[in-house]
């Protein structure tokens, strides 16, 4: 069974759908952490207090030393994966270094496309025809690291930023769980940027 520590700082949607693969039988693992950078996030409240951490930055001096907390409460939950969930602050090269390898974020585009803020405004503001999201291992580079899975859907007429967002986080969710079943059965790594599967090279990503 996988211990998993999730860093969140909103609402937590995709948070509760590994909890809910975990409860379903359909992911081996146990959420051992939340963890975030906002002490109001409603993310926190689905765990039990004893596995939430969280603290504001501006408690901090920098953010070497925020990112120091939270690596040390993250090293305390004795994670094996480690998955950004909506969690929206850049984390420093350091704490990257810290976790490389175990450490994951899902991100609402098709990366290369639309790193960073605002993807699907974005998106429709370039006429994409289709959108999606990514799950993606985690380099300093902001959103930068290998591909490992990625979920596409349709962009329709008339569609807002919020319209898409909906359309791509029903998607994100299944792509996560389908992304976290490969790495816990430790069927999946990436080594010097090449994805690997069953040990051998992947040279695009899985696509759900
Ligand atoms: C998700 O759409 C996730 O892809 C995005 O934030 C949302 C969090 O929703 N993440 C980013 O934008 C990371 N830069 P959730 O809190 O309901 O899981």
């Given at each position: 069974t996988a211990r998993i520590a999730?860093?969140?700082?909103?609402?937590?949607?995709?948070?509760?759908?590994?909890i809910d693969a975990i409860a379903a039988g359909t992911l081996d693992a146990?959420?051992?952490?939340?963890?975030?950078?906002?002490?109001?996030?409603?993310?926190?409240?689905?765990?039990?207090?004893e596995?939430?951490?969280?603290r504001s930055p501006k408690a901090f001096a920098d953010r070497a030393a925020f990112d120091a907390a939270l690596g040390d409460a993250l090293a305390g939950f004795a994670p094996d994966w480690i998955v950004c969930a909506g969690y929206m602050r850049i984390l420093g090269e350091a704490f990257v270094q810290r976790f490389a390898g175990r450490l994951i974020n899902i991100h609402p585009s098709l990366l290369p496309k639309y790193k960073g803020l605002h993807t699907h405004a974005r998106a429709l503001?370039?006429?994409?025809?289709?959108?999606g999201?990514?799950?993606?291992?985690?380099?300093p580079d902001l959103d930068a690291g290998t591909v490992l899975a990625q979920a596409h859907v349709p962009v329709q007429a008339g569609d807002t930023p919020e319209a898409l967002a909906q359309r791509v986080l029903a998607v994100e969710h299944p792509l996560l769980i389908a992304s976290l079943r490969w790495l816990v059965a430790g069927r999946v790594a990436e080594r010097h940027g090449q994805l690997q599967v069953d040990g051998h090279p992947l040279f695009s990503p899985l696509r759900l």
């Amino acid at each position: 069974t996988a211990r998993i520590a999730v860093l969140a700082s909103g609402r937590g949607s995709n948070l509760q759908a590994i909890i809910d693969a975990i409860a379903a039988g359909t992911l081996d693992a146990e959420v051992i952490g939340v963890l975030s950078d906002k002490p109001d996030a409603s993310a926190l409240l689905k765990v039990a207090p004893e596995r939430r951490w969280a603290r504001s930055p501006k408690a901090f001096a920098d953010r070497a030393a925020f990112d120091a907390a939270l690596g040390d409460a993250l090293a305390g939950f004795a994670p094996d994966w480690i998955v950004c969930a909506g969690y929206m602050r850049i984390l420093g090269e350091a704490f990257v270094q810290r976790f490389a390898g175990r450490l994951i974020n899902i991100h609402p585009s098709l990366l290369p496309k639309y790193k960073g803020l605002h993807t699907h405004a974005r998106a429709l503001e370039a006429g994409d025809a289709e959108a999606g999201a990514s799950v993606h291992f985690v380099v300093p580079d902001l959103d930068a690291g290998t591909v490992l899975a990625q979920a596409h859907v349709p962009v329709q007429a008339g569609d807002t930023p919020e319209a898409l967002a909906q359309r791509v986080l029903a998607v994100e969710h299944p792509l996560l769980i389908a992304s976290l079943r490969w790495l816990v059965a430790g069927r999946v790594a990436e080594r010097h940027g090449q994805l690997q599967v069953d040990g051998h090279p992947l040279f695009s990503p899985l696509r759900l």
